[in-house]
Nanobody, 124 residues
């Protein structure tokens, strides 16, 4: 079992930045690829970014490329999402997810564990 706890969400003006963190329990964090997803009201959960087990490979949704950066610190059992140049359309609940295995994935069903989510609101 892996428990994931997100933090760092909040209210920010357009053009601003936020850094989300996701702390994982357990001793085998490096056995998991990690991902960030988001869900806006009335919309399906969508992929944002993913990172492989050692942090050397990352993958992003096109709309966040160049603005968001995913990273991880296996010594701290934590994955991060640095979000810059935020736009109102980035407003959503952001979830981190863990996928048993070393390779990245972009579909929600490919992930085994989920956090409870953290709200990000970008005002115009």
């Amino acid at each position: 079992q892996v428990q994931l706890v997100e933090s760092g969400g909040g209210l920010v003006q357009a053009g601003g930045s936020l850094r989300l963190s996701c702390a994982a329990s357990g001793r085998t964090f490096s056995s998991y690829a990690m991902g960030w997803f988001r869900q806006a009201p009335g919309k399906e959960r969508e992929f944002v970014a993913a990172i492989n087990w050692n942090g050397r490979n990352t993958y992003y949704q096109d709309s966040v490329k160049g603005r968001f950066t995913i990273s991880r610190d296996n010594a701290k059992n934590t994955v991060y999402l640095q979000m810059n140049s935020l736009k109102p359309e980035d407003t959503a609940v952001y979830y981190c997810a863990a996928r048993l295995g070393t390779t990245m994935a972009s579909r929600p069903y490919e992930y085994n564990y989920w956090g409870q989510g953290t709200q990000v609101t970008v005002s115009s």
